[in-house]
């Protein structure tokens, strides 16, 4: 069981906008800005798409972006494209004995 | 550029010692604030943290597998390596290593990935 809680599964239509959710505790979530978001596309690595909550890396579209409320984080992707079909995962900083949580992935399907 | 690159057996068997190799390129584990950790990913499971190390040779370890990890830095050959003892099937997944940029920052490079199974 994750440490972090995710739907199992999203859907949507392209040109529509889904949010991902993500959910821990005071402990990790609620306490430190340390969320971040991750993309993996079937046999891929893993890539990161926001980070710090809500700050985006260079390169990575606008459509997503991050927010958080209290001790749940969330991910919007808006303008759905074909190409964001793919596994989502959510991170946390959980303080110096856990150090790093993850959720249990969302699979995104775009219809 | 960043690069990483994990290495190891891809088979080990039950009660073996697996050890893994993370060899770098585009930046120096000497740096202030930069980490390379570890995280597996077992066949269609979810992405578990397992270790990183800091430039300072501060360790982190998971509260759940720290009994069976090691992790262990060469800053002159850009290597990081992961040691995890009493190899079990559940153990079986794809291992990553990642650049860390800042203390408790994000993962923004990621290696390929390596499967490992644990199988007599």
């Known amino acids: 069981q994750s440490a972090l809680t995710q739907p199992a599964s999203v859907s949507g239509s392209p040109g529509q906008s889904i949010t991902i959710s993500c959910t821990g505790t005071s402990s990790d979530v609620g306490t430190y800005n340390l969320v971040s978001w991750y993309q993996q596309h079937p046999g891929k690595a893993p890539k990161v798409m926001i980070y710090d909550d809500n700050k985006r890396p260079s390169g990575v579209s606008n459509r997503f972006s991050g927010s958080k409320s209290g001790n749940t984080a969330s991910l919007t992707i808006s303008g759905l494209q074909a190409e964001d079909e793919a596994d989502y995962y959510c991170?946390?900083?959980?303080?110096?004995?856990?150090?790093?949580?993850f959720g249990g992935g969302t699979k995104l399907t775009v219809l | 550029q960043i690069t990483l690159k994990e290495s190891g057996p891809t088979l080990v068997k039950p009660t073996q010692t697996l050890t893994l190799t993370c060899t770098f390129s585009g930046f120096s584990l000497s740096t202030s604030a930069v980490g390379v950790g570890w995280i597996r990913q077992p066949p269609g499971k979810a992405l578990e943290w397992l270790a990183l190390i800091y430039w300072d040779d501060d360790k982190r370890y998971s509260p759940s597998l720290k009994s069976k990890l090691t992790i262990t830095k060469d800053t002159s050959k850009n290597q990081v390596v992961l040691t995890m003892t009493k190899m079990d099937p559940v153990d079986t997944a794809t291992y990553y290593c990642?650049?860390?940029?800042?203390?408790?920052?994000?993962?923004?490079?990621w290696g390929q990935g390596t499967l490992v199974t644990v199988s007599s």
């Open positions: 991170c946390s900083y959980a303080g110096s004995t856990t150090n790093w949580v």
């Open positions: 990642a650049h860390s940029l800042s203390v408790y920052g994000h993962f923004d490079y």
